[in-house]
């Protein structure tokens, strides 16, 4: 099964200029959509007024028909509607292609005005559709020449122009709602046309079965969707057993070689940077063959291919910043362009470079590239493990509980193909996870971390996890004489012709690291910090300026500064308004607040802006990510990376909008005890003061960090030792009182003993705040209590004892 995802946009508003994202791309292959700008249509003067054309002709012409009506689709004509599931395309399908039985010129009306100039009118109505597209052909449109469409509720596309015309005369039209479509064509002023001239034919009509439009500010052209709710269908339920990759930190590097794939600006899928023999960094990804032909619509066509594939935007660190639950990920962190390096339709194998690097053509440090290396032995090694990105969502993990692979035949309803014969490793059956749509072209690794294959299809999901293809490097290594390099791996990913079978990953950063500096966020380079999930939303009052966290070096540090993550809850407000740019400042904290010259300091230039592909001229904008109603995260590169050495000591790092004034935004953060344990603190700056501990967050932090190169990993908060470690616990008021280091100690063994010795009672609590308080229901008398907590998998510190005896009234 082909596990590209077709997903759908929010319509584009009447002056965005931009590719709506549609499975008719997937239908028809490779169609353009050009600037589509809508424009009042031109007041008319007395001269104006229309009226009917070619009146003196044949008696025939008063019988072309001014609308054309198509009936209503049968049943037996729908797709199923979950398309998600199965072993099949899984695309979301919202419309059906039409024949017309007429060409444009066949139908409509010419009518002329007094001053002599021409237009075409026509109306189209297809009967039940939800929404109605149409595909231009042989679109030439002259000088003057104007092109109107307007739905059913007034939505209009136009004024269309000799600037929409493209070298292969193609226009797809996005979706109007409705059932009805009105056509005017004004000839250029002046021009007398004959009957039937027009400068361009319907190739095609969509009619749509069910709506194209999600949730309002569902995602915008060529965006991540992240969580794929649209019509009552929640995609984060159905690959909620597929657990994020910050779960598995000892997978870290090969996590950092993944990237999710836009092709089309329609279709997700995944891919992965992938090593060569001469580990130089060349910025090969390798993904799947039908990610970039739309799933085999261009097959054969190599000129088409190379056209989809270079409209591929990379999407670095699509994964949300915790190991449980969700927070949508940064879209920042982006690369746009790509060239069809090598590409095999008989393996399903693709390769492409990425072009659309900056000045230094290399992959940003920020984005902590991770170039994976690949295996063509013939008996891969056990435990196998994939990194994809299901239902386009952020990045995940999945490891097989086959302890051998097998190469086996692989078909796919009609694309049945013989050369497909034995050249996939199947996985029987997942031990963790599964796959879904939009884990199409993600690798599989072999034990040592090394790439062995890519994904093709199957039909596993989390209810059964089972039965997914992997098309083999090693199938499609060797180039066919007859065919050239383009079809072969070998050529590339072993340009120096050592005839190695296996090849060891690259890593561009070591022996340095690149890491957030931030207890509340799980960094794999740091696993023993743990980390903590955001718990609250501060909204800031007017009067607050900067909103700063406090933080303690343990010992001398010295860093380079690669950027900052800022967290959000989006919100309504924050939709209308869209994200401010925003100033991040690294300063020595004084204990009494007052203001300290900042280290370092920068501002963003595109927070909340993600690299899209704009079809008219083939280039690649900024362009605004959707803002709704969940946690977002947000990245921005610092500007100059100097070298700061950092002693030992206290530190704010503080946020505020780049223009100044209020700091309104709704930052999310932690609040509870753990943070503080390890000198993280909330704190909040107004207009000329000093700053002052956050009143309304006790012991939070917020969720800002640093993205900083250092090397070794660096730990934050104070040094805990065996007398820090310490936990309380009294009796008062018939209830006992424990209290403890959250970021140590996750839960609580209390036993109670009358003075008998019998055990009165034995229970286990977990710490969900720092405090605990214990009702006690016991008969009167003296007892002794027994309280022992358990340490946190990363705690380092010993597990310590409290006794002591207490008097029930």
């Not at 929640?234 to 690959?239: R, S």
């Not at 223009?659 to 704190?683: F, K, N, T, Y």
């Not at 009182?737 to 034995?762: N, P, T």
Request: hydrophobic share 35%; aromatic share 10%; with cysteine.
């Amino acid at each position: 099964m082909k596990r590209s995802l077709s997903y759908l946009h929010k319509g584009l508003a009447p002056s965005q200029i931009g590719l709506l994202t549609l499975l008719v791309l997937t239908l028809l292959g490779g169609l353009r959509s050009e600037a589509q700008i809508t424009q009042p249509l031109p007041a008319r003067s007395s001269e104006g007024v229309l009226r009917k054309a070619f009146v003196g002709e044949a008696r025939t012409a008063a019988l072309v028909p001014t609308v054309l009506r198509l009936p209503e689709l049968r049943t037996a004509e729908l797709p199923k509607l979950d398309t998600h599931k199965g072993k099949g395309f899984r695309t979301y399908q919202f419309a059906l292609e039409r024949p017309l039985d007429a060409d444009a010129h066949s139908f409509g009306e010419y009518l002329v005005d007094g001053a002599g100039n021409y237009v075409w009118r026509a109306e189209l109505i297809a009967t039940g559709a939800k929404n109605v597209s149409l595909c231009l052909s042989r679109f030439a449109l002259p000088e003057g020449g104007r092109l109107f469409i307007t739905g059913a509720e007034g939505d209009q596309i136009g004024a269309l122009t000799s600037q929409n015309n493209a070298p292969d005369s193609l226009l797809q039209l996005r979706p109007l709602e409705g059932d009805y479509l009105r056509l005017e064509y004004d000839f250029p002023m002046g021009y007398t046309p004959e009957r039937g001239e027009l400068p361009f034919q319907i190739q095609a009509l969509f009619h749509g079965f069910r709506s194209w439009r999600a949730e309002p500010d569902f995602a915008h052209p060529g965006e991540p969707f992240y969580d794929y709710t649209i019509n009552g269908y929640n995609g984060l339920t159905e690959i909620a057993c597929i657990p994020n990759v910050l779960a598995y930190p000892s997978r870290w590097k090969e996590t950092r070689s993944v990237v999710q794939l836009m092709v089309g600006g329609s279709r997700i899928s995944s891919g992965v940077l992938i090593n060569t023999t001469r580990s130089d960094g060349t910025p090969y990804v390798l993904t799947s063959g039908h990610c970039v032909n739309q799933l085999f619509a261009l097959k054969g066509d190599l000129l088409k291919v190379k056209k989809e594939a270079a409209t591929t935007v990379f999407f670095f660190n699509f994964q949300t910043p915790q190991r449980e639950g969700n927070i949508r990920a940064t879209e920042e962190q982006s690369l746009s362009g790509a060239e069809l390096i090598a590409y095999n339709e008989d393996s399903d194998m693709a390769l492409l470079r990425i072009v659309g690097l900056p000045a230094s053509r290399k992959i940003p440090e920020a984005y902590q590239p991770y170039f994976a290396g690949w295996s063509i032995e013939a008996q891969p090694r056990a435990p196998f493990f994939g990194i994809h990105h299901p239902l386009g969502s952020t990045k995940r993990y999945s490891e097989a509980a086959d302890r051998t692979l097998s190469l086996e035949d692989y078909c796919l309803g009609l694309l049945c193909d013989p050369s497909w014969e034995g050249k996939h490793w199947m996985v029987h059956r997942w031990k963790i996870g599964s796959t879904a749509a939009g884990s199409s072209g993600s690798p599989l690794f072999d034990g040592e971390g090394r790439v062995i294959g890519a994904l093709t299809g199957g039909s596993s999901n989390c209810s059964s996890p089972t039965e997914d293809a992997y098309w083999a490097i090693k199938e499609a290594w060797r180039k066919d004489p007859t065919k050239g390099s383009l079809t072969a791996l070998q050529p590339w990913l072993d340009p120096s012709g050592t005839g190695q079978e296996t090849c060891a990953g690259y890593d561009p950063i070591a022996p340095k690291v690149i890491q957030r500096i931030s207890h509340l966020y799980p960094d794999p380079n740091t696993p023993s910090q743990g980390g903590n999930r955001p718990n609250y939303i501060y909204k800031p009052t007017t009067s607050t300026e900067e909103l700063g966290s406090v933080f303690t070096l343990p010992e001398s540090r010295t860093v380079r500064v690669l950027g900052a993550y800022v967290v959000f809850k989006s919100n309504k407000d924050l939709a209308r308004t869209q994200l401010p740019q925003l100033r991040v400042a690294l300063s020595p904290f004084r204990g009494d607040g007052e203001l300290t010259t900042p280290l370092f300091e920068f501002a963003s230039t595109n927070v909340g802006k993600f690299s899209a592909h704009e079809e008219q001229g083939n280039k690649y904008v900024l362009r605004s990510r959707t803002l709704r109603q969940d946690s977002i995260e947000v990245f921005f590169p610092a500007p100059a990376t100097p070298t700061l050495t950092l002693p030992e000591g206290q530190y704010i790092l503080s946020c505020g909008n780049k223009e100044g004034g209020a700091m309104r935004l709704p930052v999310l953060m932690h609040q509870g005890g753990p943070i503080d344990s390890h000198g993280w603190s909330a704190w909040t700056r107004k207009v000329g003061e000093a700053w002052q501990r956050s009143a309304d967050v006790s012991n939070g932090a917020y969720w800002i960090d640093l993205l900083i190169e250092t090397s070794t990993p660096a730990k934050t908060g104070r040094n805990v030792s065996t007398q820090d470690a310490l936990i309380h616990a009294y009796y008062h008021d018939r209830q006992l009182h424990i209290k403890a280091d959250l970021a140590l100690y996750k839960s609580v063994d209390v036993r109670i003993y009358s003075m008998l010795g019998e055990e009165v009672l034995r229970a286990r609590y977990s710490f969900n705040q720092d405090h605990l308080t214990l009702p006690l229901s016991l008969p009167s008398g003296q007892y002794v209590a027994t309280v022992v907590p358990t340490r946190t998998s990363t705690s380092e510190v010993p597990s310590r004892k409290v006794a002591f005896s207490f008097i029930l009234p």
